[in-house]
């Protein structure tokens, strides 16, 4: 058994030896067939964006969109898109039926999802969010307390209550299911370097300049709140 | 067959004159439509900065009609436009709001902090533009907000 071991790890040694880049060489031509750079871009804004830029984008950076969406979203998502936010991604416009984000399939689908999977941050550091079983009673009340009463995040932020009831404001993307759609692990990034993701976005830097700072204690205990969010229970 | 022609004539002329106007109508219609959104080329950075981050709650032109104003929210979103309300803050008091968020002036915790946001030049440049919007001064008035700071 020692040999049949040792010859699997000779096999698998060069694997972990590479780069790795190779072997996952991001293939775009899906992405660029089916439009989808017409409004998502997918390299970090330069360094001299600005407020114009932005809000000349009609739909998000995608740059880092294999480590923010969860797998199998993304697919399910793009093979029939509901709109996240219920305003258009300049923050003012209500949607209209004409915003329908495209409906993806087949292999274009499987395509534009592998690229986008390949889209990854080097500063999400895996796993720094437990999300195996639930969490602990410290975490349930301290989110709901800094989500809904602190900084208020449900402001912007649609949510469903215990009770399945929908609340909270328009202009930010809804986290009525953001245990399916979002990695916490992202989450938590994002919410520490807002800026390295969005340099200009309608939502507030809650370390620095504040009334109630926050620190990385708090911004865990946060993405970890959002990672159940619409889960069943 | 003349006798019918002649009121023809007459409707048709009226027609023809009131065609541009009608066009001209549905013009404007689409035009407003189309304002709906934000053009940004010829705004100014403090117009750009009240549309992106302010007109979310407070509405495009400070009324408190933004997508997030909800009856279903505690307090609304203030009304930048109700002189007699917003003059009782001061412009530090504004800037500290701004920076620091709603809870810094005593009001409510969804007013969020903007200060890691925005530049202190920027905020100040905000403060005055609610100082328009709500045609109004505040009590103490000028700025103790040393400059760059």
């Given amino acids: 058994m020692k040999i049949v071991r040792r010859i699997q790890y000779m096999f ?40 114009r830029d932005r809000m000349a984008e009609k739909g998000p950076n995608l740059w880092y969109a294999g480590s923010k969406f969860q797998d199998g979203w993304l697919a399910n998502w793009l093979a029939a898109p509901v709109p996240i936010a219920s305003i258009r991604y300049d923050g003012v416009t209500p ?38 079983g639930r969490p ?19 402001g912007c932020h649609m949510t469903r209550t215990r009770y399945g009831v929908l609340v909270g404001g328009a202009s930010g993307p809804s986290l009525a299911s953001a245990f399916e759609r979002l990695n916490p692990d992202w989450v938590y990034a994002f919410l520490m370097d807002q800026k390295r993701y969005t340099p200009i976005t309608r939502m507030p830097i809650f370390h620095g300049e504040t009334y109630t700072e926050y620190d990385a204690a708090h911004m865990k205990v946060l993405a970890r709140y959002i990672a159940e969010m619409g889960k069943v229970k | 067959m003349r006798r019918m022609t002649m009121p023809v004539a007459l409707l048709s002329a009226m027609l023809l004159w009131a065609a541009p106007g009608l066009a001209e109508d549905v013009t404007v219609k689409a035009a407003s439509a189309k304002s709906a959104t934000v053009d ?17 709650c407070h509405g495009r032109f400070g009324n408190a009609t933004g997508p997030n104003a909800s009856k279903k929210f505690e307090v609304l979103p203030a009304d930048l436009t109700d002189g007699q309300y917003m003059a009782k803050f001061t412009d530090d008091q504004i800037f500290r709001t701004l920076t620091y968020g709603g809870p810094a002036n005593n009001l409510s915790t969804l007013m969020p902090p903007w200060g890691n946001r925005l530049m202190p030049e920027e905020r100040r440049e905000l403060v005055r533009y609610i100082r328009v919007l709500c045609e109004c001064e505040g009590v103490g008035t000028h ?3 040393p400059t760059g700071g």
């Fill in chain 1, 12 to 51: 698998l040694l060069p694997l972990f030896l590479l780069p790795p880049s190779v072997g996952l060489a991001a293939d775009d031509s899906a992405f660029i067939a089916n439009g989808c750079p017409a409004c998502h871009q997918v390299t970090p804004p330069p360094a001299d964006y600005d407020i």
């Fill in chain 1, 95 to 132: 949607s209209s039926a004409l915003d329908m984000h495209p409906v993806l399939s087949g292999d274009a689908l499987t395509q534009v999802v592998a690229y986008l999977s390949t889209l990854t941050d080097v500063s999400v550091t895996a796993g720094v969010i437990d999300t195996s």
């Fill in chain 1, 136 to 154: 602990s009673r410290r975490v349930r009340i301290q989110g709901r307390m800094f989500f809904s009463k602190d900084q208020q995040c449900f």
């Fill in chain 2, 40 to 56: 940004t080329k010829n705004l100014p950075r403090v117009e750009l900065n009240y549309q992106f981050l302010c007109a979310q």
């Fill in chain 2, 143 to 145: 700025f103790s907000v």
